[in-house]
């Protein structure tokens, strides 16, 4: 028997609308293939600094817009290259890191070797904030402002210290930065991240110190901290009665940390492409904006072309800096 026309019709739309289904699915099995499971975000340094909370903020949008668990997982050690080195390697696909100054714009001019190239292991996705640098002091000490901290500085040159989170961490560079343009000398005492300095700085086993806005803030409104000086080109809202370091004598002075957000430069072209995307709309969200705000950072989120361009100017500014202060690894 022959097929009847209606019997041929309903063939034709039953096979058709298969190939569709198929067609279909294989689309949508391809947009969700990435992520297939939870993403590790590296933070290469200890709890409790401004990575920290830049990362976990990032973190909570990322994955409500990825639909995969995107968790912060602290790696301190060697200046952040502990960690660059791992991610520079990782092949899962489902590993990054956060970027930062001293790991990117620094450490490849203070070490005479590392595990990594900031440039070639890894894709820049976003730069996701900025944060400006706060000098502090500990009550202890007799100063109010950056004019009375360098006179006292220099009357006992030698005798009194800074910490930072480590040679080649951001902090490191706002001070020798600052001393650079002082010609102050004070003693630099490095530890493992933001967190163990804080500790002993609050203690009063520091004099000073140079931290990210949102790691200090706090304890500055505690009263446990006094801010002498801010590193951002303007005054930051939250400390309007603090002047920046350029108002104080030293024009066209400005120090901010930044981080930004790397994957390892085997990241599927496709894969990459949405976490920018993705990262972008995380950093222009209002729950973003007002968690870095209240911490002074400020969220930016821009292309990976636009990131990479930064890298480049921080890394050709940075290089000067480390050059001239002489910064050595621990």
Known sequence: MHPTSAQRRTFLQQATGLALGGLTARQAFGQAAWPSKAIRFVVPFAPGGSSDIVARSTAVELTKLLGQSVFVDNKPGAAGNIAMGEVARAEDQHTLILGHIGTLAVNPYMFDKLNYDANKDFQPISLLAKVPSLYVVHPSVPANNLKEFIALVKSKPGKMSYGSAGNGSAGHLAFEYLKMASGMFILHVPYRGTGPQLTDLLAGRLDASAIGAAAVLPHIKA??????????????????????????????????????????????????????????????????????????????????????QFIAAEQKRWKEVVLRAKIKPD
């Open 223 to 308: 009263g446990k901290l006094r801010c002498i000086a801010t590193g951002s080109a303007q005054r930051l809202p939250l400390l309007p009665d603090v002047p920046t370091v350029a108002e104080q004598g030293f024009p066209g002075f400005e120090m901010t940390q930044w981080y930004g957000l790397q994957a390892p430069a085997n990241l599927a072209p496709a894969h990459a492409e949405r976490l920018s995307a993705e990262t972008m709309k995380a950093m222009k969200s209002q729950n973003i904006a007002e968690r870095l705000g209240a911490d002074a950072a400020l969220a930016v989120g821009n292309t990976p072309a636009q990131y990479a």
